[in-house]
């Protein structure tokens, strides 16, 4: 059972009893990249790699990493399109250790000019690993976002570009939290430590002690001087990049010369919790993965994307449904590669898949094997506890309450093929988004896209 106080100053505590040797406490934020249209984009990359260096008690990283090793301590921080999340694992008996680390990492961080060269030098090496990787995961992640929202919201970029390495300061980054990490935008999570032990500790290091750029007002800089904090709106588009990738994995075997293509659609945010649910079994049921997986239990060979693509044509490298979801919209999108040759035959496959989602056949057996993947998938990530620390927070941080695995459970067994239907033709009613990276010859224009969803 998940206990939740919201405390007098807007902060949020909840926590959930385990046991185990030790306990998690961590802080999650409204925060990310789709707050950054009035800052250089990859500010928030900068802020969750700068994460857990020298504080107003800590002179570095290297004493925070000494001091927690005493009490059988780790740490981490990853931040997102719309959530940063710091967390803290220490022993049971010491939780406050704990939440104090995590109130000298949110609120008094130092962000000394070395520590941002530091942070931007490791994003620059970031990106050329990036550049190396044969599959283009983040850069596709990247595109079929800004394809879906435009220049703006969950449409900019996660990643800093290069040429904002050298535009992101010290003072730009204090007014970035100035105005996106306030206490009535957080969710203190615990797993493993009584709520009411963590409420006087929420208390004592996030309601009698200022974040450093109160008590300290001359380090934000001047501007911005407000946020933009609109609304997602989905519009749909094309963004493709011709680029030669023929020679990009390192190694003796490299991959063959691939064009990735992404395909998507709107559809409902997390918080439309039934609809939800259904896009969820959706996503489990197209499944996919790569022509060389090795598969096994949990690989999804029976999988639509296995079973209907990849058995069926060799010259498919890859085929993998995905689903975003994010408070005010979500994106679903089939992400493939193959030869550049047979780029225009790919788009068709996975047109194909579409239409035979929305207006085809189902079987029974292939519905229920989808159903039992996501509450068995469900299940299995609940038994780990840092997991469950970030589903207690992100739920918290969304709707003030967490759901319970039975309530969700309940939910995906009454979803029908009906359902699944129905949640497809209203997502292909919307616009398309496409992107694509490689060589684009043989790529249809965008118009090709809307006819074939405009015709059964």
């Known amino acids: ?14 926590s959930e009893t385990r046991f185990g040797r030790y306990c998690i ?26 994460a857990f260096r020298s504080t107003d008690k800590f002179s570095d990283r290297e004493h925070i990493l000494e001091h927690l090793s005493n009490f059988g301590g780790t740490l981490d921080c990853q931040g997102s399109r719309d959530i ?22 949110v609120f008094r961080p130092r962000f000394t000019d070395n520590e941002v060269k530091e942070t931007a030098n490791r994003i620059s090496f970031e990106l050329e690993d990036m550049s190396y990787d044969p599959e283009r995961k983040t850069q596709l992640t990247e595109m079929i976002h800004a394809a879906a929202y435009g220049n703006r919201t969950l449409g900019l970029p996660k990643i800093c570009p290069q040429e904002n390495l050298d535009k992101i300061t010290p003072s730009l980054m204090f007014n970035y939290l100035k105005h996106n990490h306030t206490l009535d935008r957080m969710v203190l999570a615990g797993v493993g430590i009584d709520h009411e032990q963590l409420v006087d500790l929420a208390e004592k290091y996030f309601a009698q002690k200022q974040p450093i750029w109160l008590s300290n007002p001359d380090l934000p800089s001047q501007q911005p001087k407000s946020i933009d904090r609109q609304k997602a709106v989905y519009t749909g588009g094309f963004n493709a990049i011709e680029m030669d990738l023929s020679n990009v994995s390192l190694g003796p075997t490299p991959l063959p010369n691939l064009a990735h293509f992404q395909l998507g659609f709107e559809v409902c945010s997390h918080l439309d919790i039934d609809e939800y649910v259904i896009v969820c079994v959706m996503n489990m049921l197209m499944g996919g993965g790569g022509s060389f ?13 296995f079973t209907s693509v990849l058995n069926r044509y060799h010259w498919i490298h890859s085929c993998v449904a995905h689903n975003s979801s994010y408070e005010d919209s979500g994106i679903f999108y089939i992400q493939a590669s193959s030869d550049p040759g047979n780029l225009k035959n790919l788009v068709d496959v996975v047109i194909t898949e579409y239409k035979e989602l929305a207006f085809g056949r189902m079987y029974k057996d292939e519905l229920a094997r989808a159903k039992k993947q ?16 970030e589903d207690i927070a992100r739920q918290v941080l969304a709707t003030g309450f967490r759901r319970q695995p039975k309530q969700l459970i309940e939910k995906i067994e009454t979803v029908s093929a009906d359902d699944i239907k129905r949640v497809a033709r209203k997502m292909l009613a919307s616009n398309p988004s496409v992107c694509c990276l490689g060589d684009l010859t043989h790529l249809p224009p965008f118009e090709y896209f809307k006819e074939q969803f405009t015709k059964r």
């Open 84 to 105: 940063m999340v710091y967390a803290v694992s220490v022993m049971n008996e010491y939780p406050e250790t704990a939440v104090e680390l995590l109130s000298e990492a």
């Open 293 to 305: 997986s090795a598969g096994g239990p949990g690989k999804g060979m029976f999988t639509r994307l």
């Open 374 to 389: 996501l509450i068995s998938m469900l299940l299995l990530n609940l038994e780990i506890r840092p997991i469950v620390f």
């Open 1 to 14: 059972m998940t206990r939740v106080t919201l405390l007098k100053n807007g902060l949020k505590v909840a």
């Open 25 to 50: 406490a961590g802080i999650a934020v409204n925060s990310g990249s789709r707050l950054e249209a009035s800052y250089p984009s990859g500010i928030s990359h900068f802020i969750e790699r700068s």
